[in-house]
């Protein structure tokens, strides 16, 4: 186990649930509040919805990897858990970003984000490289 993963996973697990609270019960009563149009408020509820669902995803995956890591892969599991906290940062924090400040900033930061997700994955997919199977406890 690696420790600061599982740690930084549970905390982007309890903002993730706050967050989508939010979302589902005050969000949208806020926004009408700022005087912002409906049609834009669907459109924010529709970002942060994305933003959640990512972000929740993403935390399982940091979670998972924190929780099975040992010691002959952990440069491939430490790249791959930065690039997803990269990931969360950067695509679920310029839609949330969006949503509740209406910027983001940068164009660029919700896609390199995004670009962040899939190199985690693909960090993950390396981890499978040169792994040797299980041994079989199975009795055939």
Known sequence: MIRWIVLVAGLLGAAGVAVGANAAHGLESSLAEQGIDAE???????????????????????????????????RRTTAASIFFLL???????????????GEMGHWAIVPCGGLCFMLGWLSVASLAIGARPAASTDAH
Not at 40 to 62: F, G, N, P, W
Not at 87 to 101: D, K, T
Request: with cysteine.
């Open 40 to 74: 834009e408020i669907v459109k924010r509820l529709d970002q942060c919805d994305v933003a959640v669902r990512y972000h929740m995803t993403h935390m399982l995956a940091l979670l998972v990897l924190g929780l099975q890591a040992g010691p002959t892969r952990l």
């Open 87 to 101: 990931g969360i940062a950067l695509f679920s924090g310029g839609l949330y970003s969006m949503v509740y400040l």
